[in-house]
């Protein structure tokens, strides 16, 4: 079977995240098990917000907004040894005109920022050359996953492949059923593989903490709950799962 982890450690990997904690909490478990040997750069889309949990902060505006979250991104790269970090400066849904319902639900396809999302992803997957790509699934249709989902997915044809991790908390948010549902006849992925990561869980939540202007304990209890039911009935199991795209045949 194949093991992401050792994946991480022999294939250099181009991590993409919609925004600052999107991989942490989605594949923070992997990383966190490579003790520092992923040979991965991190590619963040939407790294200006006008968002954050703190109500202080949240009402300092979305330029240290922005700043905060950029600077959380680069010390959870550089707690994990990850090779680059590079931040693409795209505003967010929450300076785009989005709140927090509209988010969810909107068409990806009429927002104006997919074709610049599509650009400049496709020139980063070109400049970086990896060897395995590792993306968001859009679990739970937030816009601006959505568009990075998109945009990955409409750029296979440069033969990199590619892999989608589950997006938390979001994942959390389904039933199992739900998700599955989601991931196979909407995504049109089929499992690729589960990683056992209860041996390192306390050190992906650490991870988590690192982004204070987006983390707090419901959250970190949301994504230990998904981590408990992804493992299935192993006494304190952990664990993470990644898709790819059905072969040719097997759309649903």
Known sequence: ??????????????????????????????????AGAAQAVLLTVFTRSAWALPK????????VISARRQEEELRYCRARGLERYVP???????????????????????????????????EAVRDLRPGLLLAPAAVGGHVDHRLVHDAVRDSAHDGVRRLY???????AHQASADLEKTLTAERNLVPYTTTDVAHVFQEKVRGMYIYGSQTDEECVREV??????????A???????????APAGRAR
């Open 224 to 233: 230990t709950l998904h981590a408990r039911r992804t493992a299935g009935t």
């Open 165 to 171: 991790y589950e997006d938390l908390p979001y994942a």
């Open 56 to 63: 202080r902060l949240r009402a300092a505006g979305p330029a």
């Open 88 to 122: 693409l400066g795209l505003d967010d849904a929450s300076l785009r005109g989005y709140d927090d319902d509209t988010e969810m639900t909107a068409d990806p396809a009429a927002d104006p920022a997919r074709e610049r999302v599509a650009q400049v992803i496709a």
């Open 235 to 245: 006494p304190g199991g952990r664990a993470e799962r990644v898709w790819a795209p």
């Open 1 to 34: 079977m194949p093991d992401l982890i050792t994946e991480l450690r022999t294939h250099r990997t181009l991590l993409i995240a919609p925004h600052p904690d999107d991989v942490a909490y989605s594949c923070g478990g992997a990383l966190a098990a490579c």
